[in-house]
């Protein structure tokens, strides 16, 4: 590619892939709300909120690829998620349509299905389930990026990512965790693909203990080499596990399930 776009670029998954992503373009485009600090080789910086539609335009302008990073990760306000997670998202789909429909990479997320079991395994197919307003923002999301396809042919991989650090950070995540390698490789395959589509690909390396089968995206060719089983000894030496009963060990979504509706200021 020639410009490669990541928003959300000062958050800590994207700090992650501004070090690790120059290879797939000869320029890094880099977007957020936050400080990005000074441009590096090959690299452009651009302060831009995404729920501004004409910045968005012309953050896209010039794109090859997009890596959707950006918006609010957690749960919050209703206001915050609507202006990042709903209309920040229009804005870079409208944005990609008029820039004659640059691939996308959207992060979506677990909490999208997050109120289903650890004991239940299940595939795209599933209904969503999720866990509380940030969760419905990334259904929405993909929503919209499978009406782009059909109605535009804009294609977006969308990648419902468990979790993505450098080790799991709680027993919960040896069974959702992505390691950065895992995450790098799989944006390769997915620019480098002849056709994509649209697909839902569980972000997640290749787990012992996993509720989850990418059997589907097989054709993208994309094999996860990392296993997050390796750090379940120091998790079990450095933190108690949850309680059976906890929300943190009986639901995929974890503690986001407890997640009160945030009031408004």
Not at 47 to 71: N, P, Q, R, S, Y
Not at 151 to 179: D, Y
Not at 237 to 265: C, H, L, N
Request: charged letters at 25%.
């Amino acid at each position: 590619m020639k410009r490669l776009l990541i928003t959300g670029a000062a958050g800590g998954l994207g700090s992650a892939m501004r070090a690790r992503l120059s290879g797939q373009a000869e320029i890094l485009r880099l977007s957020d709300i936050a400080d990005l600090g000074a441009a590096g080789p090959n690299e452009e910086v651009v302060t831009c909120d995404l729920g501004d539609a004409e910045a968005v335009m012309k953050l896209v302008e010039g794109c090859d690829g997009i890596l959707h990073l950006g918006g609010v990760s957690v749960e919050d306000k209703f206001s915050k998620i609507l202006n990042a997670n709903l209309l920040g998202l229009f804005n870079l789909y409208e944005a990609a349509r008029a820039h004659g429909h640059p691939r996308i990479i959207f992060a979506s997320s677990n909490h999208v299905v997050g109120f289903y079991r650890q004991d239940q395994h299940i595939d795209v197919k599933a209904p969503m389930k999720p866990d509380g307003l940030y969760g419905v923002s990334k259904c929405f999301g993909e929503a919209l990026a499978s009406m782009y396809f059909d109605k535009f042919g804009q294609e977006t991989a969308i990648v419902r990512i468990g979790s993505c650090f450098e080790k799991p950070l709680n027993h919960r995540m040896l069974s959702g965790w992505m390691s950065y390698d895992d995450f790098v490789s799989l944006v390769g395959c997915v620019f480098r693909a002849p056709m994509l589509g649209c697909p839902i690909i569980w972000g997640i390396s290749d787990n012992d203990s996993k509720w989850w089968d990418n059997s589907h995206a097989s054709y993208l060719g994309w094999r996860p080499k990392d296993n997050a089983e390796r750090f379940r000894a120091e998790l079990d030496a450095t933190q108690e596990r949850p309680a059976p009963t906890s929300a943190m060990a009986v639901y995929q979504g974890g503690k986001f399930v407890k997640d009160p509706i945030f009031p408004e200021d």
